[in-house]
Each structure stands twice: as C-alpha cells, then as structure tokens.
C-alpha cells in the first residue's frame, strides 16, 4: 500500500450535547492507535481535521473537534467517514501486516490452488475472518487461525491457507 493512500480509520457518529461534542466510531484497536496518527481528513475532502480532545463513556469514544462549537455544526459531520494517510501508521516488525494490507491479496490453498481473493476481513464475535471472493462470485470466510492461516506474503500479496476440510466446498 501506498505511503499517500487514506485509509479509513473511524466514523462520526451522533453529537453530544449542545457544544459540538460528536461521537466517534474507531475502527483502530484502541484510541492510543487511533490518537497517534495525528493527521485525519473526511472522505472526499482532504481538509485536516483537528481534534482538541477525546473522551471515553463506557464503550463509546467522544470527541472535539476544532472549530465545532455547536450541535449544528457536530450533525454536520454525522455518519461521515474519517480517514488518515498510511505514511501516518507506525511501522511493522517483520511478519507483521495491517489488515488492509490483506485485500486484494489472492488465497491460495497448500496445493498451490487459487481458491480466490480476499474482500473484506470480518469479525463476527469468534475471531478475524477473511472473506474470499473466488471465479464463480462465491463467498466463504477462512479464519485467522494458526489451523487455517500457513502464511501471509504482502509484497507478493499472497496469503496460502489450509482450511479445515468441509469450510470450503
């Protein structure tokens, strides 16, 4: 991926209160993750955004925006997408990738099979999923497990598996 690529990292939600508080959804691992990019920017509109400060409320994170000073202004912002660019993202050790970096990547079974190429990751309460699109415009999900998952090349964007017999026709 790109060092000037965005990518998405959260989401506004509803405001909060009448001084142009706003929720956020973060779609990062925790709020340090997510404090330490520094620079944000909306979809579509490469304007910075600058947040004075973030706040936890038992599982929901609220935020301030810099010269969002009412309700009105914060609902301007609901359900609009917040992104940063990857050259902001810390970087890896050797065998660690972002999840982004895996779609697009082609799924290739351990008897150098296509099975397809991934999608989306999902997470649906068990464990990280990976979505796999083959020939046919079928769907099935791998999951991230040392069962499944044999290895994971990101410059050739590879990822070789070894499903379980039965989780793939």
Do not use: W
Not at 54 to 68: E, N, V
């Amino acid at each position: 991926m790109k060092k000037n690529q965005p990518v998405l990292v959260g989401s506004f939600g509803n405001p909060r209160g009448l001084k142009g508080d706003i929720s956020i959804n973060i779609f990062m691992s925790n709020l340090k993750s997510f404090k330490m990019l520094k620079e944000f920017f909306l979809e579509g509109n490469k304007t910075t955004l600058q947040f004075t400060y973030f706040k936890k409320i038992g599982s929901k994170y609220i935020a301030s925006l810099d010269k969002c000073c009412d309700r009105n202004t914060a609902l301007s912002f609901k359900g609009k997408n917040i992104y940063s660019y990857r050259k902001n993202f810390p970087k890896l050790k050797k065998n660690e990738f972002y999840s982004t970096d895996l779609i697009g990547c082609k799924v290739i079974n351990t008897k150098n099979k296509i099975l397809g190429s991934v999608i989306d990751l999902k997470n649906f309460g068990a464990g990280d999923l990976l979505e796999v699109h083959d020939k046919k415009k079928k769907i099935f999900f791998v999951p991230m497990d040392k069962n499944n998952l044999v290895s994971v090349d990101i410059i050739n964007q590879t990822i070789i598996v070894d499903p379980l017999y039965g989780l793939i026709d």
